[in-house]
């Protein structure tokens, strides 16, 4: 009796022990035998511009909003920066007519167009950053874009105007530039600059 228990008890072990290893191999098979599943990829494309945004010289009136926050983004680093360099003393005339120059003259290599949230979005410094998912083209038109309407901008105001509102704070040179009456991004309306309903065109920008 305790011989056929114990044969029983073999019998079942060596049955457990076969189920056991068929099942092992079965997950080995899976793992490491079949031939891994094509992984899926994505290509983002680069955003489609229209005839405006890639063949004229001025900047796209969807974009002039945009444009002039990294305008008056670059005229207060210029600035701030010249000041620094002299203990942060105000600056003399000659020498902020010199800066602001300069600020606009320089290459704007670092901006370029990008989609944000599904619309066509200047990007760069001082402007919102890149999505993610998103694939941005820099260099090409932008930067002789942003030159062009630098010194439209800078030319509508006295530069003492213009010293004088970056002398105020942070946002009045942004306000003075971009929210005036005929301002690129007056529709938004005074500090409300985070919108991005497209702006209405700078009337006089030649």
Not at 32 to 48: K, M
Not at 89 to 106: G, H, I, P
Not at 126 to 133: I, S
Request: hydrophobic letters at 35%.
């Amino acid at each position: 009796m305790a011989q056929h228990c114990q044969g029983s008890s073999m019998q079942a072990v060596l049955v457990l022990f076969v189920a056991l290893s068929l099942a092992a191999r079965t997950v080995a098979e899976n793992a490491c035998g079949d031939p891994e599943a094509p992984s899926s990829s994505h290509s983002i494309p680069a955003p489609q511009m229209s005839a405006e945004e890639r063949l004229s010289p001025h900047m796209p009136e969807a974009l002039r909003c945009d444009a002039c926050r990294a305008i008056a983004f670059q005229l207060e680093g210029w600035l701030s920066r010249a000041e620094a360099k002299q203990g942060r003393k105000a600056l003399r005339e000659s020498d902020y007519v010199e800066v602001l120059e300069q600020s606009c003259s320089q290459d704007w290599e670092l901006y370029g167009v990008q989609e944000l949230s599904g619309e066509r979005r200047l990007t760069g410094p001082g402007l919102p950053g890149q999505e993610a998912m998103s694939v941005a083209v820099m260099g090409g038109p932008w930067p002789g874009r942003l030159a062009k309407m630098c010194h439209s901008l800078v030319g509508e105001h006295s530069e003492e105007q213009l010293y004088g509102a970056h002398r105020r704070g942070p946002t009045a040179l942004r306000e003075l530039l971009c929210h005036g009456k005929k301002g690129p991004c007056a529709h938004l309306g005074g500090s409300k600059a985070g919108g991005s309903a497209p702006p209405k065109a700078l009337q006089n920008e030649l």
